[in-house]
């Protein structure tokens, strides 16, 4: 079974971000950049199933400008056998990476393809469910825990009431919640080794895919400011306070 | 031409979303269709029926329809969807689930989780877990749009008397196939639309600690959440997480018990009406957004914070 993972470059999760002072994007420079917490789940999660036997190779994917190979390496260090990186400039939208993703996904032909949920960048959730739509797989979308029953995978899936369960057959997507496992870090020898992996490089045009925004983005902003607070001395203030100044209670 | 709402529901009644998502509708245009998909569920297509805004239903039934799987819902959407200028759903597990895959077979860039409309092809999103706001422009001529139910109101339920047209099911995808779903049942308001919220982090300490969240929310009549920190450790199930990745929650009142306020927790609450902060640690970031910060061990304030709510004459329900 061949694993296709595709993952992200997004600012980290720890950095505060800041809105570009003319109101054009977000400030990136000088931003620690890693790999889209989600896409880590992703990463692991085929490593375990090759490490179970169940899985003979690991191609990791993304979408991106040049420096995204940071990304594609730090994923074959922690266990990926080779990368792909689709060059592009500025911001691909979801439709556009899914379609250049399917381009891959025919020349490859994986059984699985991995991704995260959702990036933290853009929060958009969209391109593992618009991905299976191109190549009209099933989708498992939010998925917290796997089982592979030969062509069968079981999916347990996060949604608003509790927990769901559903099979689908292979080829399939399933894109991954923080809860299906906890990503390993990558040991220095791997890291070493992953310098020697090869990452084969496509740009859209070569891959005869169209990404041209279809989503103008007019301007930023930050959110609305809360008023400043107050601390309150105890319990028997802060119920005041909320029956009497607030009125909440 | 006239929005698609596609409605979320449990064959028996309507998902309170839905509401909220028809009031979004309405405001891209006033023409709006709702779009029920289900296996007998003709008491939900009355209700939607009866709802103002609601110009016209369109209602499909399948037994492959019993449990909204994407793969059957979307070619059914896409069929429906020629003579509309819009399609909406909510931005909650059931929309981000569904939506892109209908957008993807429309050749559709979706626009994900708006906050507002300003006009038919212009909306402001958050980003970065709403640590900015994007307001986009959709250039294509169709739009496939999720909306944030927590900003917009829900709509009247009553009142109205649309027509319902039953249409024809599509094919069966055979190769997904729902298993079951465990869903937590509870007497408690929804996290989702509730007007208050205790929430616990990490500070709880284990799961029976919960107990002291528990207690205060049956006096107040709340919903309970938590951080993710508190459901990664195990001591309360999934479905409370408020986040970046769990729920967003715009309570009137949103009480913050042992939670630091990672920016991922502050992304799903810091739009509540009224915050509060209890914890020990008086540098939590938590202290930020709220407007009554309480320093103090959540093991001493709690039970007090109890008592003296019992002390009260009144609670708001």
């Known amino acids: 079974m061949k694993i296709l993972v595709a993952v992200k470059r997004v600012i980290d999760y720890n950095v505060q971000v800041r809105v570009k002072e003319d109101g054009s994007g977000i400030v990136t420079e000088n931003v620690k950049m890693s790999s889209n917490p989600p896409d880590d789940n992703a990463i692991e999660e085929a490593v375990k199933i090759k490490e179970a036997g169940k899985a003979t190779e690991i191609i990791a ?120 496992n906890e990503p390993r870090y990558a040991s220095l020898p791997n890291i070493m080794k992953a310098k020697k992996k090869p990452i084969e490089i496509f740009t859209a045009t070569d891959l005869g895919v169209d990404i041209a925004s279809r989503v103008q983005l007019i301007k930023v902003e930050e959110p609305p400011k809360r008023k400043a607070g107050i601390k309150v001395a105890s319990v028997a203030e802060l119920v005041s306070k909320l029956k009497n100044e607030a009125k909440v209670i | 031409m006239s929005v698609l709402l596609i409605a979320e529901h449990n064959n028996k009644e309507v998902k309170p979303f839905t509401l909220n998502a028809i009031t979004a509708a309405s405001q891209m245009d006033t023409g709006v269709h709702v779009l029920l998909i289900g296996n007998n569920c003709g008491d939900v297509a009355k209700a939607l029926s009866e709802m103002p805004s609601v110009k016209k239903v369109l209602h499909a039934e399948a037994a492959h329809y019993e449990n909204y799987l994407a793969e059957n819902f979307a070619p059914l959407v896409v ?14 597990t059931f929309g981000k689930n569904l939506m892109p895959r209908i957008a993807a077979h429309l050749d559709i ?66 190769l997904s196939k729902f298993i079951k779903r465990e869903e937590v049942k509870s007497d408690r308001p929804e996290l989702g639309t509730a007007r208050i919220v205790v929430s616990g982090g990490r500070g709880m300490q284990n799961g029976e600690n919960f107990k002291l969240i528990t207690d205060i929310a049956d006096k107040l009549n709340a919903a309970i959440g938590a951080s993710r920190a508190a459901v990664d450790a195990g001591y309360i199930s999934n479905e409370h997480q408020v986040g970046q990745t769990g729920k967003v929650v715009v309570p009137d009142l949103y009480i913050a018990v042992g939670i630091s306020g990672a920016i991922q927790h502050l992304a799903g609450m810091k739009e509540s009406k009224i915050i509060v902060a209890i914890n020990k640690d008086g540098e939590a970031p938590i202290f930020s957004v709220a407007d009554y910060g309480l320093e103090a061990d959540l093991f001493e304030a709690l039970p007090q914070f109890l008592d003296e709510l019992n002390k009260l004459n009144s609670i708001q329900k």
């Open chain 1, 61 to 180: 994917i993304t979408v991106g400008e040049e420096k995204s190979q940071e990304t594609v390496r730090k994923a074959l260090a922690v266990g990926a056998d080779r990368g792909i990186l689709i060059k592009t400039e500025g911001n691909v939208e979801p439709l556009a990476v899914a379609k250049a993703l399917q381009k891959i996904v025919d020349k490859e032909k994986p059984d699985l393809v991995f991704m995260g949920k959702q990036a933290i960048d853009d929060d958009c959730n969209q391109t593992g469910q618009m991905l299976s739509a191109l190549l009209n797989w099933p989708q498992a979308t939010f998925a917290s825990k796997i089982e592979i029953k030969d062509k069968i995978l079981e999916v347990t899936r996060e949604i608003d009431e509790g927990l769901e369960t559903i099979e689908v057959s292979l080829p399939a997507i399933v894109t991954c919640d923080l809860r299906l």
């Open chain 2, 79 to 92: 069929k429906v969807s020629e003579n509309y200028s819009h399609i909406v759903s909510s931005a909650n």
């Open chain 2, 109 to 174: 860039s979706q626009v994900s989780d708006i906050t507002k409309v300003i006009s038919p092809d212009t909306f402001i999103r958050p980003i970065y877990a709403g640590n900015a706001f994007a307001t986009v422009k959709s250039t294509d001529a169709k739009k496939c749009i999720t909306i944030r139910p927590t900003s917009f109101e829900p709509c009247e339920t009553s009142g109205g008397s649309a027509p319902i047209e039953n249409i024809e099911a599509t094919e069966e995808f055979t």
